[in-house]
């Protein structure tokens, strides 16, 4: 009986982590939240994008520490991503913008804080 049981604890803990482990990558895809918002921005200055940007994930690290908000049931782990968001635009011979998005996601919800989006042309540097 003991084995059936921590054989169903071992389950259980493998499949929530496995869960877990997939929302926090679906937030750093084009259909996520930081992305999505990227492009609503893009739009509402005028630009065209294109429906779905490319992301790439660039870090992901769990927060940890004491504060309460760290340890809350209600939104699961956090962590912070940042990302890449590279969006065309529907406008023939307009370039594409680069972006680099930093957010707070946690295994519970992709929209737990603001995205902070920075327009990667600002640097001056071309990306590959």
């Known amino acids: 009986m003991k084995a059936l049981l921590s054989g169903m604890l071992y389950l259980s ?15 750093a895809t084009p259909q996520a939240w930081a992305a999505q918002i990227t492009l609503a921005k ?12 490319k992301v790439v994930l660039l ?13 809350s049931k209600k939104f699961g ?11 065309a635009s529907l406008r023939h011979g307009q370039s594409s913008k680069h972006f680099i998005v930093s957010t707070i996601v946690s295994d519970q919800e992709c929209s737990i804080a603001a995205p ?5 042309s600002l640097f001056g540097e071309s990306t590959p």
Do not use: M, W
């Open 13 to 27: 803990f493998f499949f929530s982590a496995a869960y877990a482990g997939t929302n926090i990558d679906y937030c």
């Open 59 to 71: 870090s992901q690290q769990k927060l940890s520490g004491a504060h309460p908000l760290l340890s």
């Open 42 to 53: 893009l739009r509402d200055a005028g630009f065209e994008p294109q429906p779905l940007p």
């Open 77 to 87: 782990d956090l962590y912070s991503q940042n990302l890449l968001i590279t969006v």
């Open 116 to 120: 902070i989006i920075i327009d990667h």
